[in-house]
Structure formats: C-alpha cells, structure tokens
C-alpha cells in the first residue's frame, strides 16, 4: 500500500480575519503592561479573554465612555477577532456595556473624601473617589485628574478644592447597576459649606461597591442595608471570614455580600477602620482536579496584594472558572519539586485548593496547586 500523507489543517482565512459578536457579563479586569484583558463570561458558559488598547472607546446606552468606566458584572457586548493560536481570546474592536449611561448637570453634596491616589485596575486614572448625596441617594463619584473643576468664583479648581459639604453639580458617566459615577467630566462647586451627616454604627452590612488600593491601605466602599455608603479601611492583613473557613482582603470583589466590625472616624463622616470582614459570597475550593484552558499575562493592577500573579482559565469537569495564582501559591511538579508560574501552561493538569467566590465562580486565591 501506498503511505498515507496527512497535510496540516489550518483555519480558513476567512474565519481568522472575520468579526465575532459575543454578550455576557464581566468576570475580571486586569490591566498589564501592552493592554487590558477583560474575562468574560459568555451565554453557553464558557469563559472568554478579551484584549484591548488601553485608548479604546467604549458605548453606552445613549454615549460614549472608557475602559475606565467597565466593572466587574457589567453586561456587555463585543464585536472582536478570534485568535487563530488560542481558543477563546478575542482581539477587540467595539464593546458596548449597557450598565452605563450619561450623568448630566446633577447637584449633590460631598458627604466624604476618598483618599488621594486611589485607583482602579487601570493605573494611568488615578484620582479619588467621593461619597456624593444626590437627593436621597448616595453614590461613589469617581474623579480623576482630567476632569475639569470649576469654583463658585469661575476660576479653575483642583481636587483638593472638593471638601465634605460642598455643593457640586456633576457630569460624567453613571453605572446604574452599582448607582455609582464611573467617570466625571466636569464638576462645578456651586456653594461651600460644611456636612453634618453622621453614622456611629460599629457594626455594618451590605454589598461592596468598590475596592481601592493606596500604598499599603486598601479602601472599601459599601452599600449599606439603609442606602448610605460607608467607607471602610483595611490592611492587607486585616481579618476575612467566610462560611467554613478565612480568606483575605485579596479575595474581595465588588458586589460581594459582607458584615464588618468597624471603628467610626470621628473626624469624618461615614468613614472606618475595618476590624474584620466576614464575605459570604465566598467558600472553601479544596483539592479539585481541572485543567488549565488559557493563561493571561502578568498583571499589573487591581487590588492585588502580590505583585506577581497571572489568572488562568481552568475547566473542572464541565465548568469553566477564572483561577488566580499568585507568587504565594505553593506549586508542586508531578515529581514531587517545587514549581513556578512558568510551568503552568494549557493543556497542565492539577488539583487545585483555595478561596472561590459561588456568585462569581471564579478560585480568588490559591494556596496550593499540585501538577498531575
């Protein structure tokens, strides 16, 4: 018999350069040294990495915003280019989150003063964000150094102009799933004066609105039970419960459900220092064997305590999870020695122990990953 030849199969040209649609919500958010990668969760399940120029725009309902603007849960949807080397990455050409929408010309008083340099995962928006009533609602307003400020007076203001009290009337973009102002274009202090508004509760509950990470103290905001935003700082080795177990501040994520002990700042209003945080979104993940889809880049932002740590895609039998692994992960190699993040690569099996959020499904921590 003639021998068998076997040609190498290859995607047709058409597939590779074509545009895909994809809906979903957002798992994650990362921001790494060439761009941002979005996880997310798509209709059927599975879990897609998107890759985006930290410049691209982004639609809203009724405008435009920016990566800035994105939150975990968000609902979006895509148009991108498959990756004709890896399955599930997208190179993105237009992504449209439908939480957002414009936020024009509306007058509040700032109720507190988040800390300066707060950020969020793209580290090139820095600036603070602030506890603005507007009416009888309470929302975080982010701001950063773009935004333009204006005084009573006409002249040109600075952050450091924006004091509890005062009365701003602001513009930006509102995401009206978590009700907080993403962004703000433009501020304008309409009168000076001081707040009155205290909270002395030592004991609060909620949901997490935002987690920001300044030097070494990480601030949380939470939507309490009554509506009102409460601040609440922590260290990184503040104290974290969860159903059967302890985690750690790492383990957070916005729209978490929490309890905290806190300590009220008599100086400021709706501010405290954590004593713990117990999260009930989050359980024990012991020992469960998956296998590694696709792995990110090295991070670069988020309120990550590790500077070092990259997520992975992992299916364990037939569920898809975001997996995250950090320079404190305990990895061991099938021949017992002790392994590195540059050994996991797709296509690796291990058994994975650590923190999983249920709401998320994504391991927030991994304390030990063992190589199959």
């Not at 879990?47 to 609902?75: E, N």
């Not at 800390?115 to 603005?132: H, I, M, R």
Request: some cysteine.
């Amino acid at each position: 018999l003639s021998p068998l030849v076997l040609h190498p199969a290859s995607c047709p040209a058409t597939d590779i350069s074509s545009l895909t649609s994809l809906s979903g919500t957002i798992l994650k958010l990362s921001a790494t040294k060439p761009n941002i990668e979005l996880r997310m969760r798509i209709a059927n399940g599975n879990i897609a990495t998107l890759l985006m120029p930290v410049a691209m725009p982004v639609l809203t309902t009724k405008g435009r915003a920016s990566l800035a603007d994105l939150r975990p849960g968000d609902h979006v949807i895509v148009s991108g280019r498959p990756d004709p080397t890896a399955a599930l990455v997208f190179g993105v050409s237009s992504l449209k989150d439908t939480d957002l929408a414009p936020f024009s010309k509306q007058t509040g008083v700032i109720i507190n003063v988040g800390l300066e340099g707060t950020a969020d995962y793209n580290a090139g928006k820095e600036g603070q964000s602030y506890t603005v009533r507007f009416g009888k609602r309470t929302m975080v307003v982010d701001i950063d150094p773009g935004a333009h400020i204006t005084l009573p007076n006409g002249n040109q203001g600075t952050a450091s102009n924006l004091k509890p009290g005062e009365q701003i009337q602001v513009t930006g973009v509102h995401n009206s799933r978590l009700d907080e102002i993403t962004s703000t274009s433009t501020v304008h202090v309409l009168r000076i004066g001081r707040s009155s508004a205290t909270l002395n509760q030592t004991k609060l509950s909620g949901s997490i609105l935002k987690l920001s990470m300044v030097k070494s103290r990480i601030e949380m905001r939470i939507r309490l039970t009554s509506g009102d935003v409460a601040t609440v700082t922590l260290t990184a080795q503040s104290p974290v419960y969860m159903p059967g177990g302890r985690a750690s501040v790492a383990d957070l994520r916005p729209d978490d459900r929490v309890s905290a002990a806190a300590r009220p700042d008599p100086k400021h209003a709706f501010v405290y220092t954590g004593q713990w945080v117990k999260d009930t979104d989050l359980t024990p993940f012991k020992n469960q064997s998956g296998v590694i889809f696709g792995v990110s880049q090295e991070t670069s932002g988020g309120v990550t305590i590790s500077k070092e740590s990259r997520d992975y895609t992992m299916l364990f039998g037939k569920v898809t999870r975001v997996v995250d692994v950090d320079r404190d992960t305990r990895i061991t190699l099938k021949n017992g020695r002790k392994g590195s993040i540059s050994d996991l690569q797709p296509g690796v099996h291990a058994r994975v122990t650590g923190v999983r959020n249920k709401r998320l499904d994504e391991v927030t921590s991994t304390s030990s990953l063992h190589v199959q």
